[in-house]
């Protein structure tokens, strides 16, 4: 992982909205290669990007309450301003990372993903932010290392989601080596440019589209490369529905509903519905990883 960093765009280059959808295309075309041209997808070659409104106001994120539209309401109680990421186990370089220090190493670039809950809704976010690849490389991740565990904030007294037992805090995930090291894998530091939301999980989370969105764990303080499985927040509360894998898969169904088809988030009071995609459209880029493994059992 020798590579050296060049700062290209930082958090607070604003790009507006309206600019930003006028670039879109040449952005898909470049960075977002992996979503132009999906062979039997029969759909459009770009990726329209929902609504600031739509990305920022329909949220996922417990710790601040279990309905959509709490995160809103309540993330701002969050201090993101200093923030601290604690990377150890397995690297040359451990300690704790001043989140302004990263930014002034890292390439920051846009990348337009799907997103797939595994409520079975989607979205397409226009994310900014970095390949955590760079970053596993700023720490020296060691070879030998399998496993990467990730961990949110627990603040009771910023969180008022945490004072209900619905899921064990901290949230925690985890991915394998390779899986993290995947160049689709990024940790997003904004959407649509402008600094990340803190319900959007400011100032940096995960963001990997093949999977189901509660993968993405959002405002990262704490990341151990590591030689054995992590535990994860979901398979914890659940491990018959929850497994570690959790990739977007039409052909597994949940086990109390299909997985076949979503909602698509934006298209108003009666919301369209699409199928699905194979790794959420990224099989050409990630199917690679997974062969040979009976993805039913390693859901
Ligand atoms: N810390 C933390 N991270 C989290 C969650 C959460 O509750 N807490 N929810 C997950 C789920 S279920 C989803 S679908 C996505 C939602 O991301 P978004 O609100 O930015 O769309 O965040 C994921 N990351
Ligand atoms: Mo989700």
Redesign the pocket.
């Known amino acids: 992982m020798a590579r050296r960093w060049t700062n290209t765009l930082g958090p607070r280059d604003v790009t507006p909205e309206a600019v930003f959808l006028n670039r879109r295309q040449i952005i898909a075309g470049a960075a977002g290669a992996a979503l132009v041209g999906l062979p039997g997808a029969g759909r459009a070659n770009t990726l329209e990007p929902n609504s600031w409104e739509d990305i920022t106001s329909y949220?996922?994120?417990?710790?601040f309450g279990t309905r959509k539209d709490d995160?809103e309401k309540y993330a701002h109680m969050l201090t993101t301003e200093p923030w601290t990421v604690r990377i150890e186990g397995m690297v040359d370089r451990p300690g704790d990372y001043a989140f302004a220090d990263i930014m002034q190493e890292m390439t920051v670039e846009e990348r337009i993903y799907r997103?797939r809950?595994?409520e079975a809704w989607s979205?397409v976010i226009p994310w900014t932010g970095f390949e955590l690849a760079d970053l596993l490389g700023l720490a020296g991740a060691q070879s030998g290392a399998e496993y990467v565990a990730f961990e949110?904030a627990l603040r009771p007294d910023e969180m008022p989601g945490v004072h209900y037992n619905v899921l064990d805090w901290p949230?925690v995930e985890g991915l394998r080596m390779d899986e993290a090291l995947h160049p689709l894998t990024i940790m997003a530091t904004g959407i649509y440019g402008k600094d990340i939301p803190n319900?959007?999980?400011a100032p940096l989370r995960l963001v990997v589209p093949w999977k189901y969105?509660?993968k993405?764990?959002?405002?990262v303080v704490r990341i151990t490369v590591t030689e054995d499985e992590p535990p994860t927040s979901w398979n914890k509360a659940n491990a018959r529905e929850y497994g570690f894998y959790s990739n977007v898969n039409p052909n597994v169904p949940h086990r109390r509903w299909s997985q076949a088809s979503e909602k698509v988030i934006g298209t108003g009071l009666f919301p369209t519905r699409q199928d699905t995609l194979m790794f959420n459209g990224y099989a050409d880029e990630v199917a690679g990883l997974y062969e040979g493994m009976d993805l039913s059992r390693n859901f």
């Open positions: 949220n996922n994120y417990y710790e995160p997103f809950c595994v979205m949110t949230y319900q959007n999980g969105g509660f993405s764990i959002k405002s």
